[in-house]
């Protein structure tokens, strides 16, 4: 089993930024890729940003590309997304997903685990 709790989220203006955290504890962290999902209300859950087991290798949705940055510390157990230049748009539950695999991908049905979610709201 792996536990996965996210932090970080809150209320920001257009234009602002956050920086989520999801730390993760039970199994070998860097055995896993680690993604970022996010859902609106009334919304599909759609993938955000992924990051391999090892760090080398990253993948962005379009909508967030030049805007997120995804990252990980395997010595800490943790996987951060920096958010910048926010859009109301980007209003959303954000949580964060853990695949047994070398590289992530845009199907959440392809994850293991999941954590309880954290809210981002934007205001305009």
């Known amino acids: 089993q792996v536990q996965l709790v996210e932090s970080g989220g809150g209320l920001v203006q257009a234009g602002g930024s956050l920086r989520l955290s999801c730390a993760a504890s039970?199994?070998?962290?860097?055995?896993?890729?680690m993604s970022w999902f996010r859902q609106a209300p009334g919304k599909e859950r759609e993938f955000v940003a992924g990051?391999?087991?090892?760090?080398?290798?990253?993948n962005y949705a379009d909508s967030v590309k030049g805007r997120f940055t995804i990252s990980r510390d395997n010595a800490k157990n943790t996987v951060y997304l920096q958010m910048n230049s926010l859009k109301p748009e980007d209003t959303a539950v954000y949580y964060c997903?853990?695949?047994?695999?070398?590289?992530?991908?845009?199907?959440?049905?392809?994850?293991?685990?999941w954590g309880q979610g954290t809210q981002a709201t934007v205001s305009s």
């Open positions: 039970g199994r070998t962290f860097s055995n896993y890729a």
């Open positions: 997903a853990a695949k047994r695999a070398a590289y992530t991908g845009v199907v959440y049905k392809d994850y293991d685990y």
């Open positions: 990051i391999s087991r090892s760090g080398g290798s990253t």
